[in-house]
């Protein structure tokens, strides 16, 4: 502080001394690091930022990329247990082992067959880490677009219990269900080559599309809350009631009716995956914790691995199946071979007849709506669709999808599909295909560590079923509930495919048909009445037509433009000139030259004549004359 010449007190700005974080250094370093990488041929390849690409995406880092891959994959590792933890979906279908019972569902009741099945689920443990990260690296790398595609949810419960069935109870054999599902790749392959597959999904009516995913989230829920892949809050009500209350231990289940014959609710099990997986994952979730999802199954699972094997909700009890639990849990770090369930293909289908045909169809119609509709709305997030509604290298990314599905077959899963979950990836400013690289990798890394996800419970999952049940339904809203004609189909189809535990019959035996009946059913009466015998609000109905929005396939547009030019050439003979009326043969063109360059000076243009080869409008014929 000084005095001036009138006696003015003035402060004197003293800045104190910054003082340097130990971590500046280390942050300075990544820094120069990142901007390396993404000047480099690395970055150059994936369009970085700052990589000199003539399409780069500016806001893209290497270590932005990484965090989002990262990011992506903790929200997805659950599928790995869901998929295939022991009493799950695919698991339940008991694979290729076989059982000569009457009744599949005593099947479990022979140690031989339980055994067996434990190696089908270790094996499913390796093949869905496998799957995923094989797909979502070769996703990355040729697309370049941050999305994760992995064996799907919603396919899972109809692939393994309509299907296949419990046990094998099903329509087809586990062998000839894998057959339908690489058949279904390489029709994917034809669709997407022919531009069919992005047609096919313009037609069916958006408020159909929107149903079926809500339908699949209750589907979802549905097998959370169940004793075979959840954490058994429900159980088949025997004849008095479809279901009814369940969540007692699984020793107080009758065999014959699946109901509790006492102790309804006091399933330790039960309350675990309900307070640890349930009430606190969501509670994560309130406050955007990107690994809410696998945190709480973690939790779950920890608390299920106790030293003492006597504890109420141990994953390993002093059982023959409880031991061989924990031998496999003790290995940590293992390749498991896929001994039961990899290239189990059965190509004899004449015994299966139409339920394989129902199959592919399923498999092929509902891949079409999930697999191309999530891809779409994740491409779309990133913000690279174009004004046409497609994004760069569609075509590759179709068909990288459908390479995989039939790659999935092979190694004894369900189909893939791109995942929401790679929206988590998106938000954390993944941009380019490095994300979906990074997830890749994480996904291989964990092919290795199938003992610790073959030990995770299914009352640790069942609730992170019941979560994405609820993400998945939030898109209730879109529907149109306004005309009845829209409301109707879509509550069939939302109620018939958990209620009939099929999306095949919730969707197309059930949506489709009430559909294409109503809607019919009215448009004719409108149509006869000449408009006068319209429905309330009918004008609030959605806009459908057969032709889709958007462009028609390549191969269409190719089609109407050789007929085009075949017309025109039968109607205008080689050697007749083609009439033209006085005005289309004279137009005022303001040019400098007759290139149509501007006159330097500034001059009064010239008047060009240049010939028109189409007939002009009444606006245009009256603006020449």
């Not at 299920?304 to 031991?323: C, H, I, K, L, M």
């Not at 940590?332 to 071979?337: C, E, F, G, I, L």
């Not at 495919?497 to 095949?504: E, G, H, N, R």
Request: aromatic share 12%; with cysteine; proline share 5%.
């Amino acid at each position: 502080m000084s005095r001036t010449s009138h006696d003015e007190f003035v402060v004197e700005s003293q800045e104190p001394a910054v003082r340097r974080s130990r971590f500046c250094g280390l942050r300075d370093f990544c820094d120069l690091a990142d901007l390396w990488l993404s000047a480099s041929r690395f970055g150059h390849f994936f369009r970085l930022g700052g990589s000199g690409h003539p399409q780069e995406i500016v806001t893209s880092s290497v270590f932005r990329e990484v965090r989002a891959g990262l990011t992506t994959f903790a929200t997805m590792a659950y599928i790995i247990a869901v998929n295939a933890a022991k009493a799950s979906m695919l698991s339940q279908t008991g694979g290729t082992c076989e059982c000569t019972l009457t009744d599949k569902h005593q099947c479990d009741t022979i140690p031989k067959f339980v055994t067996c099945k434990e190696e089908v689920r270790r094996d499913l443990i390796t093949a869905t880490a496998a799957i995923a990260g094989m797909a979502t690296l070769v996703f990355g790398l040729l697309t370049n677009l941050p999305v994760a595609i992995a064996p799907g949810m919603g396919l899972n419960a109809y692939f393994a219990f309509q299907v296949v069935g419990v046990n094998g109870s099903g329509s087809i054999p586990y062998r000839t269900a894998l057959t339908a599902i690489f058949i279904e790749g390489f029709i994917f392959i034809l669709l997407a080559l022919t531009g069919m597959r992005q047609w096919l999904v313009k037609i069916i009516p958006a408020t159909l599309k929107t149903a079926t995913g809500v339908g699949i989230g209750f589907l979802l829920t549905e097998v959370g809350l169940s004793y075979s892949s959840g954490i058994g809050a429900i159980t088949g009500g025997g004849g008095g009631s479809p279901l009814t209350l369940g969540g007692c231990p699984k020793e107080l289940l009758d065999p014959a009716s699946g109901m509790c014959t006492s102790g309804q609710m006091s399933s330790p099990k039960l309350w675990l995956g309900v307070f640890c997986g349930g009430i606190f994952t969501a509670f994560l979730m309130a406050y955007r914790i990107k690994y809410a999802l696998v945190i709480g199954i973690a939790l779950v699972s920890v608390i299920s691995w106790p030293v003492s094997r006597n504890t109420a909700v141990t994953y390993f009890p002093n059982t023959e199946e409880g031991d061989s639990r924990f031998e496999f849990f003790k290995q940590v770090v293992a390749w498991h071979p896929l001994s039961r369930v990899a290239n189990q293909l059965e190509w004899d289908i004449q015994t299966s007849g139409s339920n394989f045909a129902l199959a592919l169809f399923t498999f092929l119609y509902v891949d079409i709506i999930d697999a191309t509709a999530t891809l779409y709305s994740m491409v779309r997030f990133c913000g690279v669709v174009d004004k046409d509604g497609d994004f760069p290298r569609s075509t590759i990314a179709y068909c990288t999808d459908a390479a995989f599905i039939s790659v999935s077959a092979l190694l004894g899963s369900s189909p893939v599909t791109a995942f929401i979950e790679s929206g988590a990836g998106i938000a954390e400013g993944g941009r380019t295909g490095l994300t979906a690289v990074v997830t890749g990798l994480c996904f291989i890394v964990a092919v290795f560590f199938a003992p610790i996800f073959a030990s995770i419970p299914p009352w640790a999952t069942g609730c992170t079923l019941v979560l994405v049940g609820c993400m998945m339904i939030r898109q209730i809203t879109q529907i149109n509930w306004r005309y009845i004609g829209d409301v109707l189909p879509s509550f069939v189809v939302m109620t018939f495919i958990p209620f009939s535990y099929s999306v095949a019959y919730g969707l197309i035996a059930s949506g489709i048909f009430v559909y294409t009946m109503l809607n019919g059913l009215i448009g004719a009466m409108v149509y006869i009445s000449g408009g006068r015998c319209e429905p309330r609000e009918y004008e609030l109905k959605e806009y459908w037509s057969w032709k889709g929005s958007g462009q028609p396939p390549w191969f269409v547009r190719a089609i109407r433009h050789h007929s085009k030019k075949a017309a025109r050439d039968v109607s205008t003979p080689a050697g007749v000139p083609e009439f033209r009326s006085p005005q289309q043969e004279r137009v005022v063109s303001f040019s400098g030259d007759s290139q149509g360059r501007s006159s330097a000076k500034g001059e009064a243009a010239t008047v060009v004549e240049q010939p028109i080869l189409s007939r002009p409008t009444p606006e245009q014929m009256t603006r020449m004359s």
